[in-house]
Each structure stands twice: as C-alpha cells, then as structure tokens.
C-alpha cells in the first residue's frame, strides 16, 4: 500500500533559525496537505499542494511539492517559540486509492527561545 | 475545531472491557474518519464512512467496529479493549464528493487499557 515517509522525526532549533522537514512518497499522489498539532492538541490543517512543482507560501511557512508528485517540504524561515509542535504531511493517492489520506509520522519541532 | 467533538475526552478502562467513543459533528459533512495516534508513529486511519450507512476499514480496523447511524454522528467500539490499544483517538471529517478537502479533527479521546 501507499507509504508516506517524512524526516526528520525530531528537530530542535534556536529561535530565530530555519527548520525544514521533507516527506516522501512510494507512489505518485494526488495531492499533498499539511498538519500542524501544537502539544496537546490536535492536528490542524496549513494547507493543500495539487499541481506539479507548486510552491506556496504562508508569512514564514515555504511549501513544495515536488516535480514527480511524490515529495514535498514545509520549511520555515526564522523559527519562533510559536512554531513549536509536530508537523504532519498527508498523501492523498491517485487513481484507485484517491479515497483517503496516509499521513506521515510527523516531525516534532522544539524551539529554544 | 469546535465544530467537531469527542466524547468522552479521557477514559481508563481494563482489559477485556467493551468501550464505546463518540464523535459528533456540525458541519454539515458527509466524510467521517476515525485515526489512532501512538508516540512515534503519526495518525493511522481506523475506519473511515463516506455517507449514512457507509463504512470503510483503514490500515489498522482489527479489533475495532464502528457505526453510522446519522449524518453527524460516528461511534468507535473496542469490543474486548486490549492494553496495545492504549492510544489518542482522533475522530475527522470532511466535505463530500471532491477528494480535494482538508480534515477537520476532532480534540481527541485519550483512551489507557489497563
């Protein structure tokens, strides 16, 4: 079945420096959304990369997605203590398996301020 | 998102025990998904009901039923609950017919078998 791999699992940063965490696909998706659970909390929707090669940005927040369709990347630039969670990427598959998302194992980022 | 909830938010149950979470929406959506979240190994879909009366096994369904009996509503039961089930619960929904929508999750439901 569709596998959705996403590294690193943990990163800690200094405030005020970049993070990026990438995720990859075994299979070519359809689209790709990210997640962002603060502790304790539950997972929020950041947003949603469809086409080929698209990159989108929210204020900090850089998202790709890879020319094949089977890799994407969140990175943020200049890390603040608010940014602190884990951060899920989630595959939605194309063809048959377009029904439901795989998500990766998420990565938990710590910032030290 | 207050739009869906959990209920009960946190229960301790033993082995064997029959152990029923709720989840409840008002947005009007037909999809409904049941996760499982365990440290270290991000959210794995249980049971998933596009519509009333439509189920649907995830990845990991052994040792869980579910149930749709109205649009808003969609119940997990451990039938016989085990330790390795000790988990976060997340219930989800989202808008129907298009594949392109986000999820909406629930708080969660913090579930510990002795």
């Known amino acids: 079945g569709q596998q959705v791999m996403q590294i690193p699992q943990y990163q800690h940063v200094q405030e005020g420096e970049d993070f990026t965490t990438y995720c990859n696909s075994s299979t070519t998706l359809s689209n790709i959304q990210w997640y962002k659970q603060r502790p304790g909390g539950h997972p929020v929707f950041l947003i949603q990369?469809?086409?080929?090669?698209e990159v989108k940005k929210q204020k900090r927040l850089t998202f790709q997605f890879g020319e094949a369709k089977k890799n994407s990347s969140l990175h943020i630039t200049a890390t603040q203590t608010t940014d602190v969670g884990t951060y899920f990427c989630?595959?939605?598959?194309?063809?048959?398996?377009?029904?439901?998302?795989?998500f990766g194992k998420g990565t938990l980022l710590t910032v030290n301020p | 998102d207050a739009d869906v909830t959990q209920t009960p938010r946190n229960r301790i149950t033993k082995t064997g025990k029959r152990i029923m979470l709720e989840c409840s929406q008002t947005?009007?959506?037909?999809?409904m998904y049941w996760y499982r979240q365990d440290p270290g190994l991000g959210l794995r879909l249980i049971y998933y009901?596009?519509?009333?009366?439509?189920?649907n096994k995830g990845e990991i369904s052994d040792g869980y039923s579910v149930s749709r009996q109205a649009q808003a509503k969609f119940s997990l039961s451990l039938e016989s609950a085990i330790p390795n089930q000790t988990a976060l619960y997340f219930c989800?929904?989202?808008?129907?017919?298009?594949?392109?929508?986000?999820?909406?999750f629930g708080p969660g439901t913090r579930l510990t078998v002795l």
């Open positions: 989800a929904t989202s808008k129907d017919v298009s594949s392109y929508n986000e999820q909406f």
């Open positions: 009901s596009f519509d009333v009366k439509d189920i």
């Open positions: 990369l469809v086409k080929s090669g």
């Open positions: 989630a595959g939605l598959g194309s063809g048959g398996s377009n029904y439901k998302l795989t």
């Open positions: 947005k009007g959506h037909d999809r």
